[in-house]
């Protein structure tokens, strides 16, 4: 891979934007997952559909606004010569382009469930008592909701690593750390959205502890992966200005600091500990994405 | 499709003159950095820098000299897109703006193309930019327009020592194997850079004498897809993990809690 | 171009361009061809695919350089110690072709006992006169045979006609020694004056490596002969000294020795500049010649009436004894009917120069205000030579009027010079009237363009030029039709020319029918009172032999006749290319013979040299070959010459060189030029080194417009220890109008620098890109430094000698601004052409 001269000038709107979609698509997950465990109705699982859907529409609207012709964003869906569908398997932007599109539509539907449990409203038959969540359908829903999450939060890191960024494709890890990271942060909104409303003793707040250390040693070791990966060339353009910076931080602030927090300050006990652990972690994904973008790109 | 045309660039004859960017400048009406104010660069006689989206022939200068001047050598290389036969920029591009032409050329649409910018990061050769005037990518065409009626593109039209050399691929390629075999003969070590096994072959392809660092160009250029398996692999398997530690500790809590169960459980939800 | 008129006849560029490719050997020296002749270079390029070697002599290493076999470095101004190098290898290691050499060149011609070589007198020749800084040439002659009759300028003046002028003019033929042992003939002298021009010299003087030298001598002398040729290509920066014409005289002497000239591959390039330079010098722009290189009326010359000029100037013995023609036929294009052989054919109309008019001595005149009024068209002074001093010239005078496409610096100098910018002047003191008017470009106007090997090509006129744009024909027609009209009732004798003055290129409705412009004056009558034609029926001539002295044809410019034969034949226009000499593509001057002097193709018999090398030959009734032979077509190589002949039939059928006096190539010149018979190092008049090889420093003859503002440095001024060279880039045009203006190319270049080695950065303190102030003892200017490793010191008899080197495109109008580079250079000049020295000259460099 040789130096660029060309920037893609993916800049704050892509980073924000893949911060966005990490935290959407890792809330989302992990109500799948509790879904799956048997807690689709827990409170967990509403915060994080409640959440998905709104960050989701925010992106769809960063990466739009990202072209440089924002007015042809449908040209990803549909060929604008021949009207047909427009789908690429094997370019990530292409297959991001459709899940942008169709992760919100499932992610939609949990939205409104979350809203109907919460007894805001009904739709005919679907309400409080009969939500989709927690349904045998709902765990259909979810497995094909968090699959599509999964690929949201994975696609941009591979998106990356489909290039001959020096930085970007280096390495194959990018996808696995981005989905990591998007777990992590999801992890996180949560534990900031479950202290925010108070539910201090609720257990959930210990499950979403114990499952962040969990995932964010995991994300920590893929982390130094992925800089293992990289070969010189590629740790270069990390180890300089802001993204080495972020880096750091991303490491110390997202990483480190939370676990201890989660591990030895009984976050699960404190609403403060725990919406402090939240916000280092989600501060930490941020710091990564950013890292992770610009850096390869800081050069010019 | 018509057979297969494109580029033979002989560096070795190459005298950097230039009229290879201007003409290309000038038949495609491209804008010049600053509206020709531009700064110099310092690096030998190169001040336009790069290939990007309104450069889209840029010639390169490499200054090589030995403190004594025993070794002395100025390389010349008029750069440009290199029309791969397996493009990474086609590969990725996800309106289907790019396009493989009836001449085996690959050509983005402007009317297509919305400016995502993918095929930026893509192209192994650093070769596409983004034209402000138009909000989208771009690069060489190969003189598409030209090709239609006929023409040869203009930059190997307006090449004076005939560096740059058009024509059917085949034909292309053994001469510059006969060019070859004639250097060497005559003492120089050349190499045809973008054969067949590079990318499938290069439609733009270079006689170089030596490595293609010096040239800036990549030794083994290869499309973004080579691990896109892979990642995707890699991809589940962290999920993978990261949902079975979620998993597990959900599930833990359901036995921890399931005393609490009347009190808060269901309850809870109200 | 007097360097290859004096050594062959005719001073153009004695091959054709894309010869060039059939060459085993390219030398370019004094040019940077790649770059400022780059379509020419393709043929270069062809050669060199096919095997032949390239070697550039130049003190940089440039683009042409990077594609060359070897690149020989010398410090600028040293061309002539490089040159005398090779002749003396050449000569002392027997290299030279020696059929060639005793037959067609003038090597075993004797010369007389009083001629003096630099050797004896060292440094200069005999004849010198120290007063006068001038040279008298009577010592420098050919030793001839006792004359049966009497000759010369005062028997010719006695004659009734023509013919017998010139029979009166002929001399008795000189004395030879064909063994070429005879210590007096030009052989033996060529070998004695270039003895010291040893590879240990050349490398002590020049700062070439002996080895580097040595390689280039080897190639070049191993790629002549008979079976292989070695061509030699310069341009400017062969001219640009006060030694100019003497280092082209040089190259000639060499590829002569060699058997280089009038064989395919073979020659001497001499890579013309500006478009059409060829053209403009042919027709031309200078002020000492009229058409065709026949001397300018001169009041400083015997030139008092017709006869005393032909008297003065024909060349009884060679092609040239026709000049009684070519001149009547040109005063009858200027006077018509009124040209009658009672009035001299209007000879005493004709302007006649009264000293140096050259372009330096014009604005040193204009500047010591003698001059009140200058038309500037298709030039830019405001950025020539010692700039300041021309601008200041400019705002001497009472008018000015400027003809250019932008408005520039020279249109513009008198509110955007750097002294106006100072405050040194006051635009409001500034009297001059400055009328700027809007030029026509090329492709808006037709017309023939004459190009570097002497080929006219005709274009169309494409577009009409926007608004008040217009040709310069154009702007010429109507001023002289206005003049014209202003004195058609004067009765003062003096106006009498104007008045017979014939201006009849009256436009053409139909041919300007399909454009805006319907009063632009037809060329193609212009091209046919340049061609010739017949004044009784009109018809166009075909060849030479078709004019006439006895005023019944005119004849604008008796070297282009023949390019118009016929009304519907405009050969300048017809484009039959083949893959080689291409007659049916334009026309080439003489007579569309493409490499001159051919007949030296062929060995004395008329077979050729070798199959190889096979161009144009005797078949037995007549010459015949790949062009059209440079010689009598049907004239057997075993022609005697004729006794009491004049012309050509004063020549045998083995002398090529049909425009010297004695058929052959001079290595030794007699006459012709103000600075010696033979190729002498002189150090440039500005030099940091004393001249190694005699006492005599620079060219006692050289020429200097003195003036408060156009100072000289001494030699080795401490204040001013560095070399520095002018010169191009490719990607600019001269004074940058037509460069600097287009986005396109400016962002190519965008900025003034200079280019200095890393080792002279270092010394001073300099990184690249940094700025730094360039001083010479006329002006300071600043650059932004361009470090590289392309320049190199050089060890001038064992000591460093640092050389910069600058691109002088810059000025202060336009897209892209920058010093006038010339603000340094000085009014200083060749005594031959007015040349000046901008490549090579002092200065300093410090930090900014
Ligand atoms: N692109 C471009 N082409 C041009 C022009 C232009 O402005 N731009 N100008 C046209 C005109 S008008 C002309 S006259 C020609 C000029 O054509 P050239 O004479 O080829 O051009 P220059 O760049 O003036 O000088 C050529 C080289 O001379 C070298 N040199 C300097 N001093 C010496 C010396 O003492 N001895 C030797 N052997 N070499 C020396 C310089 O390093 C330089 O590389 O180009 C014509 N072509
Ligand atoms: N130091 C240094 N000085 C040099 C040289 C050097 O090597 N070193 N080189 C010298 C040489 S070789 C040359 S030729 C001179 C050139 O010096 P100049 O002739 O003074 O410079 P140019 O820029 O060629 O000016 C030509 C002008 O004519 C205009 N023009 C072009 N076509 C037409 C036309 O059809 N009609 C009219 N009316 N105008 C037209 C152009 O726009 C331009 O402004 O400079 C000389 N000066
Ligand atoms: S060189 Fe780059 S832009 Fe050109 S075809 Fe190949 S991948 Fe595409
Ligand atoms: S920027 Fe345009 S051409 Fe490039 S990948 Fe995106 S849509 Fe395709
Ligand atoms: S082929 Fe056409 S578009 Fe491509 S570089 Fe050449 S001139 Fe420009
Ligand atoms: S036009 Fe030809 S010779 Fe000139 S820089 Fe371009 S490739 Fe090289
Ligand atoms: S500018 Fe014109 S004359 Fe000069 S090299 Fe180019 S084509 Fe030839
Ligand atoms: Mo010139």
Redesign the interface.
Known sequence: MIPRENLTHWDALVYVEMFLAGVAAGAYMTAAILELVGRGRSSVARTAHLIAFPLMLVCGLLLTVDLGRPERFWHMIVQSKTSLPMFKLWSPMSMGSWLVLVFPAFAFVSFLDALIAGRLFRIGGWRAESTLHGSPAGRIWAVIGGLLAFAVGSYSGILLSATNFPGWGDSAVLGALFVVTAVATGLGALLLGEAIRGQTSHPDIGDLARASVMVILWQLILIVVFVATLGPAGVRVFLAGSALVAIVGAALLGGLLPLLLLRFGAAAARPSMAALAGVLVLVGGFLLRYAVVIGPQQHG | MAAAMGFYTDTTVCIGCKACEVACKEWNQLPATNGGANTLSGNSYDNTRELNGTHWRHVKFVEQFSPDRKQAQWLMMSDVCKHCVQAGCLEVCPTGAIIRTEFDTVVIQSDVCNGCRDCIAACPFDVIGINEATGTAQKCTLCYDRLQNGLTPACAQACPTASIQFGPIQELRQRADGRVSTLKAQGTQAYVYGDEKMLGGLNSFYLLVDRPEVYGLPPDPQLPSRSLGLSWLLSAGGAVVAGLAGALAFRKQRMDGAAEATTVGEGSER | MPGLGVSFGRGAATTFSRDVANSDCITIMGSNM??CH??A??WV?KA??K?AKLIHVDPR?T?????ADI?A?IRAGSDIVFLGGLINYVIQNEKYFKDYVVSYTNAATIITDQFKDTEDLDGVFSGYDQQARTYANQTWQYAREQPATPFGFDEAMKASNFTELVTKLKPPPARRDPTLQDPRSVFQLLKRHYARYTPEMVERITGCPKETFLKVAETITANSGPERTATMAYAVAWTQHTIGVQIIRAAGILQQLLGNIGRPGGGILALRGHATIQGSTDNPTLYHSITGYMSHPDTRRRHESLKAYLATETVPTAFLSNQPKWVVSYLKALYGDAATAANDYGYDWHPKIVGDHSHMAMMDAAYKGTVKGMFVMGQNPATSLNASLQRKALGKLEWLVVRDFFETETASFWYASPEVKSGELKTADIKTEVFFLPAAHVAEMEGSFTNTHRLLQWHEKGADPPGDGRSDIWFTYWLGTRLKNLYANSTNPRDQGIKALVWNYEPDQQRNAEFRIKDEPDALKILKEINGYNIADGSHLKAFADIKDDGSTVCGNWIYTGCFPAPDQNLTASRKPDDYVSLGWGFNWPANRHIMYNRASARPDGQPWSERKKYVWWDGQKWTGLDVPDFVPTKAPDTPSKPDGIGLDAQSGTDPFIMKADGKGWLFAPSGLLDGPLPTHYEPVESPVQNLLYKQQASPVYKHWDSDINKLAQVGDPNFPYVITTYR???HHLSGTMSRW??????????L?IEMSPELAREKGVA??DFVKISSPRATIRA?A?V???I?PFTIDGKTVHLVGMPWHWGYQG??TGDVVNNMSALIADPNVSMHEGKAFVCNVEKA
Not at chain 3, 742 to 751: D, R, T, V, Y
């Open positions: 790649a770059e780059p379509v270079f393709r390029m060199k695919e095997g290493f683009r042409t350089s990077a594609v690149h470095p880039l490719t990607e287009l986005p396109w190319l400016a962002e190519l270049q965008p900025e620098f690249n890109l932004k361009l590289t490793p392309r190199r897209l892209v």
